[in-house]
């Protein structure tokens, strides 16, 4: 076994292995990261006193900092009889690695009051530190001891600096660094090719890695990685095609890592196909590999692919981790799969992965694109921690089924828990209180948002104008449209949201100036016009709008159809009733329901009842509820009783668990003195219905 040449310390102590031996030994136990052996190994030798010798005791420092045991890494250094160079960097590195950036830093500043001098190695653990923690002072305080040094020429270290100021989002200094260079070698251009990347900067990228091999440098699989990445985020299928030609010639395309990133790139192009033959040609893959094709057929829509890819997966005995499951439940959703999506989460639960933030945002996503809202909220509700994505994506769901009061509901809960705020957010919010009619909140978030340095774009004036018109706020109104000019003059959905308002607010002549002053005239436009207009009953402006709609060879639709339809039908102007229906024919417009619930209503007010339930018997799609509602008053009207009997059976067909259709039914029965056949109404009723309810 690994550990025989220590336990022989133990049992014969005579013949003590040479130190050389016990290091060899340990370092093959450090090669073995088995934390059990090395515990072992450090109890044999304290108890013959040699975890104190300088060899040995590294050795011990070493293998403890790589297994990230802090505790074992302290007692070791502590117990060291002199704390070299190499101690204290190793130590500086176990505090790194567990992420004690701080206790880092206090070593260091210890080091240097013993009187150690501090090696690259040391330099480049605390450059580490300053990456991870984003401490850009102490990185240049680091720079400029190591300037001082004359260590920034060091490879290694320059490499590390690069790294650093890139991760910092310094790109000038990252440039700084490599111009005082008198060389770069092939780790620095590495380097500088993986920052650019990162930071999307996939043009430098490229460029440098160009200007590398312009410069006599040969790039190795590490240098095609990060390009690779380059070219999939920037969209290049020709270099990216090139490079993995490259690939195959210099015998790189069998390495893991680099084929992982051409499944990912090609994935990111879209060629599925050709990162599928990737995947397929890799001799060993790794969950990174699955993980890549997964990502790419869920990214594109493939739903049915990545699951198929799961099923694969659990065939060849491959494990999923977080982000499979990620993978499978967005393919759930573009493909509706909800009750797999419900085994998914099963599964994450079981797996203990659910409180993983970017799983439970998924999970909330995914109930949400189902429509299935209630779960979602429970998800939410059940995340531990809960960032701007996960209540962003449960606002929308609210905001897109109209349930304004949980829009609201979230928009508090997130200001409780601090949650930053998006112009989504704010979009979702300002709408919830536009369907409310509370004109004077939505401007007042209208104006919090701005205050936040969120510039409105024009959805989110259009939400503030849809208020105005729903609370009759003309004066409010017209200060927001006035702002609105500054966002697009000629925006169709701005100027048809201003055109409602005024209509909304009773303001046509300002609702028909806008619509004259406007550079393009969309059909949607006008049809707000019309409804403007057919709102407040006027037909003559309803009709002269249409003839000018016509004059400007503008097609109309249904909408513009439906105003006609209904002003005529509210005015009783038969005739013109008709006479829409056959102009809609003429022009291939096929009449929606909307259209014939004007036609009923119309034939019910003038009295024509047959007509109307004749109408809707031989309709060519459903009628609705409430028109056969609007033929039950009309015979109540006008004392019909036997065709409001036939018009209340058609009504309980639709929907028995309806109440109008019982109480209708019920007075018109009262109101003929037909009271056997009201008490037979209120049975039926009670069988539906609790008393209080019908009453």
């Not at 069998?254 to 060629?271: E, K």
């Not at 499979?324 to 994450?348: D, M, P």
């Not at 209180?433 to 104006?447: D, P, S, V």
Request: charged share 20%; proline share 2%.
């Amino acid at each position: 076994m690994i550990i025989d040449g220590v336990v022989a310390i133990r049992d014969c102590v005579p013949q003590l292995p040479s130190i050389d031996t016990l290091i060899l030994t340990l370092q093959t136990c450090r090669e073995k990261r088995n934390l059990d052996t090395v515990n072992r190994a450090h109890v044999q030798l304290s108890i013959h006193g040699l975890a104190s010798s300088n060899a040995l005791g590294n050795c011990l420092l070493s293998m403890y900092a790589e297994c990230r045991d802090l505790y074992r890494v302290e007692q070791v250094f502590r117990c060291l009889c002199a704390r070299n160079e190499y101690a204290w960097t190793t130590l500086i590195q176990g505090y790194v690695e567990c992420g004690e950036a701080e206790l880092a830093f206090e070593a260091y500043n210890l080091m240097q009051e013993e009187g150690m001098d501090p090696s690259t190695y040391t330099y480049v653990a605390l450059l580490k530190a300053c990456t991870k923690m984003k401490w850009v002072e102490r990185g240049y305080v680091l720079h400029a001891e190591m300037a001082k040094e004359g260590l920034d020429f060091d490879p290694f270290v320059s490499s590390t600096l690069v790294h650093m100021y890139f991760k910092l989002c310094m790109l000038a200094e990252a440039h700084n660094v490599l111009d005082s260079l008198p060389a770069r070698d092939l780790v620095l251009w590495t380097a500088l090719i993986s920052g650019y990347a990162e930071q999307g900067k996939c043009q430098e990228a490229l460029f440098c890695f160009n200007q590398m091999q312009l410069e006599g440098m040969v790039p190795d699989p590490v240098t095609y990685i990060c390009s690779l990445k380059a070219c999939g985020l920037l969209g290049d299928v020709e270099k990216g095609l090139k490079m993995h030609g490259d690939l195959v010639r210099k015998g790189f395309d069998g390495n893991l890592i680099v084929g992982n990133t051409l499944i990912d790139m090609y994935a990111r192009f879209g060629l599925l196909a050709d990162a599928k033959e990737v995947f397929e040609k890799l001799v060993d893959k790794d969950i990174v590999s699955w993980n890549a094709l997964a990502s790419g057929y869920a990214e594109h829509g493939l739903g049915v692919e990545v699951l198929n890819l799961l099923d694969r997966m659990i065939l060849e005995r491959v494990q999923p981790d977080k982000i499979t499951y990620v993978c499978c439940l967005r393919g759930c959703s573009c493909t509706g799969a909800f009750k797999k999506g419900q085994h998914l989460h099963a599964e994450i639960v079981e797996e203990s992965i659910e409180s993983d933030p970017y799983v439970g945002t998924t999970l909330v996503d995914f109930y949400v694109k189902c429509g299935k809202l209630v779960e979602a909220r429970e998800t939410l509700d059940e995340m531990q921690v809960r960032d701007l994505v996960p209540w962003t994506a449960m606002v929308a769901g609210y905001a897109e089924h109209g349930y304004e009061d949980e829009v609201l509901d979230c928009y508090c809960q997130m200001l409780m828990e601090g949650v930053p705020l998006t112009k989504a957010t704010f979009s979702s919010v300002i709408f919830a209180y536009a369907g409310q009619g509370e004109a004077e909140k939505t401007y007042q978030h209208f104006i919090r948002m701005q205050e936040q340095g969120l510039l409105p774009d024009s959805s989110i004036f259009v939400g503030v104008l849809v208020a105005c018109g729903n609370s009759h706020a003309l004066e409010l109104g017209m200060r927001i449209h006035a702002q609105s000019y500054k966002i697009s003059l000629g925006d169709v959905i701005l100027a048809t949201a201003a055109i409602d308002m005024y209509g909304s607010c009773g303001s046509m002549d300002n609702a028909h100036q806008l619509l004259d002053t406007l550079p393009t005239k969309a059909v949607i436009t006008w049809n707000s016009l019309l409804t403007g207009y057919a709102h407040h009953g006027n037909s003559d402006l309803v009709f002269n709008l249409f003839e000018k709609m016509k004059k400007e060879s503008v097609q109309p639709d249904k909408v513009t159809f439906l105003n006609l339809v209904s002003v005529c039908s509210h005015l009783g102007l038969y005739k013109e009733v008709f006479d829409c229906f056959e102009d809609m024919k003429k022009k291939g417009i096929s009449p929606n329901l909307k259209h014939y619930t004007c036609l009923v209503d119309l034939l019910c007010r003038t009295g024509q009842l047959d007509e109307a339930v004749a109408m809707l018997k031989k309709l060519p799609i459903q009628p609705s509820l409430s028109s056969w509602h609007t033929v039950m008053s009309a015979c109540h009207k006008w004392g019909s009783v036997k065709l409001g009997r036939h018009a209340f059976d058609h009504a309980v067909d639709l929907d028995e668990d309806h109440g109008a259709a019982y109480i209708l039914m019920s007075n018109m029965y009262s109101d003929a003195e037909l009271w056997e056949e009201m008490n037979q109404i209120e049975v039926i009723s009670h069988s539906q219905f609790s008393f209080q309810q019908f009453t």
